[in-house]
C-alpha cells in the first residue's frame, strides 16, 4: 500500500489539505462522538493510495510552545516511518518559522521522498519568501488553496509524479488463482491416510499405499483440475510428501531427509491439509506436525480422515456412538476436543472427509480454493482503521509497566500470509493475548478465516 502523510506544525491548514484531497467537506476528526482519533486515513481511490493526516498525534490539550513542537516532532517521526510520500505544509501568509526550520532537517535526515506544500497561497498577501523555501533544501514547493481549491490538480499530479500511477486494481486476482497452480500438501502422522487421499485427488493408484507406516519417501509434484463450488476449473498442484516425524528421535537420517522434504513442501504449498485419523484423534506427534505449518505461516485445514467409519458406526447405532444425538452432534464435539487440542491454530476450518468413500473430498478442496483466494486480498486501510479505533474502543490495550499502550494506525503491507503494521507509542511487544484478540477481530471482519496474519509493531516514545 502506498501511504502519502500530511506533516505540518499546528494551524498551517493540514486538515482542510486533508479534506480537499480526499474530497471531503467536514472535518472527519469525530467519526463517533467522544473520539478524537491520532492519525487519520482515507482511501483516495482515484490516485491508489491512502492519506494520513497525523495532526492529532502527540496532542494532549497543552498550548506550550514545548507541547506543540514536541507534539509536532512526534507526527514527523511517524510520518518518516509509515509514508512513501511526505507533504510537509508551510503557512504562505505567515511565512516560516523555527519550529518549520526544525521540521525541515528532520525530514531532510529521513532521506524520504519530501513535497514541500505552501498553504493559504490564496490572497495576494504571501509574506513567505522563496528564498526561505528552497534553504530548507527539500526542493521544489507547490502552492496551494486548500480554503479555495487553488493548486488542488496541481498538487494531485504532483504527488502521483512522486508515486507514480495508480498501480491497477487486481482485476486478474480471481484468475489468478485459475492460471496459477494452487499448490497443497498433506502433512500428517504415518496412517492416517495422505496417500488415499493423494490417489484419490489424482484419481490413480500411483502412490504407494501401504498399511505400513512410512512408506512414501520423495516428495513429488503432482498436478490435477477440480471443478469448483463455481463451476470454474481450478489447477492444483498436489505436493505428495512423507510424514514428518516430530523434532525429536529422528530414528533415522532417512526418516531425518524426509522431514526435510515435508518441510519444503510446506514452503511451496499455498494451503496445507493437516490430516487426522477419525479414531485416534490428536496426539502429541500431530501437534508437533501441526506446529510446523504454523511456524511457516501457512493456512492450515484439518482433514479428520476415514470418517467413513464414523458413519458406519452411527448406522450401526453402533454401543460406542450412543452417548451422542446423531453424527452432527458427534462432529462438533469432535471439533472442540480438537481445537483443545489444536489451540495454536483456532480458525482452521475442519473437514471431516473419507479417502476410502470420497465423503466430502469436493468440499476439502473447494474449502482451499475459498482459501487460496482470502489470501490475496488487499485490505482497504481506511477501513481497518475504523475497525482498529472499533477494536480498541472496546477492549483498549493493557498498560504495560503502568504506562497506556496507545495504537495510533495500522496498514497491510504484506499477503501470504497477511501482513500488518502497526504504529503506537511504545515500543514494546503488543501482549500475545491483545495481538489474539486484534487477529480474531480482522479475521471476523474481513471474512479470513484459516489465514494466518503476521504483525509488526512500530513504537516510538
Ligand atoms: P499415510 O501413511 O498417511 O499415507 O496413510 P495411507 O494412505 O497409507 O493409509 C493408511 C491406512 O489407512 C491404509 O490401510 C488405508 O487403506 C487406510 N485408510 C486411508 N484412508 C482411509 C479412509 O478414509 N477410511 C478408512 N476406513 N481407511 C482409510
Not at 102 to 111: D, T
Not at 164 to 169: A, D, K, L, N, R
Not at 354 to 377: H, P, T, Y
Given at each position: 500500500s502506498r501511504n502519502v502523510a500530511i506533516v505540518g506544525r499546528p494551524n498551517v491548514g493540514k486538515s482542510r489539505l486533508f479534506n480537499r484531497l480526499a474530497k471531503r467537506r467536514v472535518t472527519i476528526v469525530h467519526d463517533q462522538p467522544g473520539i478524537t482519533r491520532d492519525v487519520i486515513s482515507f482511501d483516495v481511490a482515484d490516485g491508489g493510495y491512502t492519506l494520513l493526516d497525523t495532526g492529532g498525534l502527540g496532542l494532549v490539550g497543552g498550548e506550550s510552545t514545548a507541547e506543540l513542537t514536541a507534539a509536532s516532532e512526534q507526527q514527523v517521526d511517524f510520518a518518516i516511518a509509515a509514508a512513501d510520500l511526505i507533504l510537509f505544509v508551510v503557512d504562505g501568509i505567515e511565512g516560516l518559522t523555527a519550529l518549520d526550520t526544525r521540521i525541515a532537517s528532520m525530514l531532510r535526515r529521513s532521506k524520504k521522498t519530501v513535497q514541500v506544500v505552501i498553504n493559504k497561497a490564496d490572497f495576494g498577501e504571501e509574506k513567505i519568501d522563496f528564498a526561505d523555501i528552497?534553504?530548507?533544501?527539500?526542493?521544489?514547493?507547490?502552492?496551494?488553496?486548500?480554503?479555495?481549491?487553488?493548486?488542488?490538480?496541481?498538487?494531485?499530479?504532483?504527488?502521483?509524479?512522486?508515486?507514480?500511477?495508480?498501480v491497477p486494481e487486481d482485476e486478474d486476482t480471481a484468475d489468478k488463482t485459475a492460471r496459477d497452480p494452487l499448490c497443497v500438501c498433506f502433512i500428517g502422522r504415518p496412517n492416517v491416510g495422505k496417500s488415499s487421499l493423494s490417489n484419490r485427488l489424482l484419481k490413480s493408484d500411483r502412490l504407494i499405499v501401504s498399511a505400513t507406516a512410512g512408506t512414501t519417501r520423495d516428495a513429488v509434484e503432482l498436478p490435477f483440475q477440480f471443478k469448483a463450488r463455481n463451476n470454474k476449473l481450478i489447477d492444483f498442484t498436489l505436493i505428495d510428501t512423507a510424514g514428518i516425524k516430530a523434532n525429536t528421535k529422528l530414528a533415522s537420517p532417512v526418516e531425518y531427509f524426509s522431514r526435510l522434504r515435508a518441510l519444503d513442501s510446506i514452503q511451496k504449498a499455498d494451503v496445507i491439509?493437516?490430516?487426522?485419523?477419525?479414531?485416534?484423534?490428536?496426539?502429541?506427534?500431530?501437534?508437533?506436525?501441526?506446529?510446523?505449518?504454523?511456524?511457516?505461516?501457512?493456512?492450515?485445514?484439518?482433514?479428520?480422515?476415514?470418517?467413513?467409519?464414523?458413519?458406519?458406526?452411527f448406522k450401526d447405532d453402533?454401543?460406542?456412538?450412543?452417548?451422542?444425538?446423531?453424527?452432527r452432534d458427534y462432529r462438533e464435539k469432535y471439533e472442540k476436543a480438537l481445537f483443545e487440542r489444536l489451540f495454536f491454530t483456532p480458525g482452521s476450518p475442519v473437514i471431516f472427509v473419507s479417502a476410502v468413500s470420497a465423503f466430502e473430498i469436493d468440499r476439502m478442496l473447494n474449502s482451499a480454493v475459498k482459501i487460496n483466494r482470502l489470501l490475496d486480498m488487499k485490505i482497504p486501510t481506511a477501513r481497518l482503521n475504523a475497525l482498529i479505533v472499533k477494536l480498541?474502543?472496546?477492549?483498549?490495550?493493557?498498560?504495560?509497566?503502568?504506562?497506556?499502550?496507545k495504537i495510533y494506525y495500522a496498514t497491510q503491507t504484506g499477503n501470504r500470509p497477511f501482513r500488518f503494521r502497526i504504529f503506537c507509542n511504545r515500543e514494546e511487544k503488543l501482549p500475545e493475548n491483545y495481538r489474539r484478540y486484534l487477529e480474531r477481530g480482522i479475521v471476523n471482519e474481513f471474512g479470513l478465516e484459516g489465514c494466518p496474519m503476521l504483525f509488526r509493531l512500530i513504537g516510538k516514545e
Amino acid at each position: 500500500s502506498r501511504n502519502v502523510a500530511i506533516v505540518g506544525r499546528p494551524n498551517v491548514g493540514k486538515s482542510r489539505l486533508f479534506n480537499r484531497l480526499a474530497k471531503r467537506r467536514v472535518t472527519i476528526v469525530h467519526d463517533q462522538p467522544g473520539i478524537t482519533r491520532d492519525v487519520i486515513s482515507f482511501d483516495v481511490a482515484d490516485g491508489g493510495y491512502t492519506l494520513l493526516d497525523t495532526g492529532g498525534l502527540g496532542l494532549v490539550g497543552g498550548e506550550s510552545t514545548a507541547e506543540l513542537t514536541a507534539a509536532s516532532e512526534q507526527q514527523v517521526d511517524f510520518a518518516i516511518a509509515a509514508a512513501d510520500l511526505i507533504l510537509f505544509v508551510v503557512d504562505g501568509i505567515e511565512g516560516l518559522t523555527a519550529l518549520d526550520t526544525r521540521i525541515a532537517s528532520m525530514l531532510r535526515r529521513s532521506k524520504k521522498t519530501v513535497q514541500v506544500v505552501i498553504n493559504k497561497a490564496d490572497f495576494g498577501e504571501e509574506k513567505i519568501d522563496f528564498a526561505d523555501i528552497y534553504r530548507l533544501g527539500l526542493g521544489e514547493p507547490v502552492q496551494v488553496s486548500a480554503e479555495h481549491g487553488r493548486g488542488e490538480a496541481d498538487l494531485r499530479e504532483t504527488i502521483i509524479s512522486h508515486i507514480g500511477p495508480p498501480v491497477p486494481e487486481d482485476e486478474d486476482t480471481a484468475d489468478k488463482t485459475a492460471r496459477d497452480p494452487l499448490c497443497v500438501c498433506f502433512i500428517g502422522r504415518p496412517n492416517v491416510g495422505k496417500s488415499s487421499l493423494s490417489n484419490r485427488l489424482l484419481k490413480s493408484d500411483r502412490l504407494i499405499v501401504s498399511a505400513t507406516a512410512g512408506t512414501t519417501r520423495d516428495a513429488v509434484e503432482l498436478p490435477f483440475q477440480f471443478k469448483a463450488r463455481n463451476n470454474k476449473l481450478i489447477d492444483f498442484t498436489l505436493i505428495d510428501t512423507a510424514g514428518i516425524k516430530a523434532n525429536t528421535k529422528l530414528a533415522s537420517p532417512v526418516e531425518y531427509f524426509s522431514r526435510l522434504r515435508a518441510l519444503d513442501s510446506i514452503q511451496k504449498a499455498d494451503v496445507i491439509y493437516m490430516v487426522v485419523d477419525a479414531l485416534e484423534g490428536i496426539t502429541q506427534q500431530d501437534k508437533a506436525i501441526a506446529g510446523e505449518a504454523v511456524k511457516e505461516s501457512k493456512p492450515i485445514i484439518v482433514v479428520v480422515n476415514k470418517w467413513d467409519l464414523v458413519l458406519e458406526a452411527f448406522k450401526d447405532d453402533d454401543i460406542s456412538t450412543q452417548m451422542y444425538k446423531n453424527e452432527r452432534d458427534y462432529r462438533e464435539k469432535y471439533e472442540k476436543a480438537l481445537f483443545e487440542r489444536l489451540f495454536f491454530t483456532p480458525g482452521s476450518p475442519v473437514i471431516f472427509v473419507s479417502a476410502v468413500s470420497a465423503f466430502e473430498i469436493d468440499r476439502m478442496l473447494n474449502s482451499a480454493v475459498k482459501i487460496n483466494r482470502l489470501l490475496d486480498m488487499k485490505i482497504p486501510t481506511a477501513r481497518l482503521n475504523a475497525l482498529i479505533v472499533k477494536l480498541t474502543e472496546r477492549m483498549p490495550p493493557p498498560a504495560i509497566g503502568g504506562r497506556r499502550f496507545k495504537i495510533y494506525y495500522a496498514t497491510q503491507t504484506g499477503n501470504r500470509p497477511f501482513r500488518f503494521r502497526i504504529f503506537c507509542n511504545r515500543e514494546e511487544k503488543l501482549p500475545e493475548n491483545y495481538r489474539r484478540y486484534l487477529e480474531r477481530g480482522i479475521v471476523n471482519e474481513f471474512g479470513l478465516e484459516g489465514c494466518p496474519m503476521l504483525f509488526r509493531l512500530i513504537g516510538k516514545e
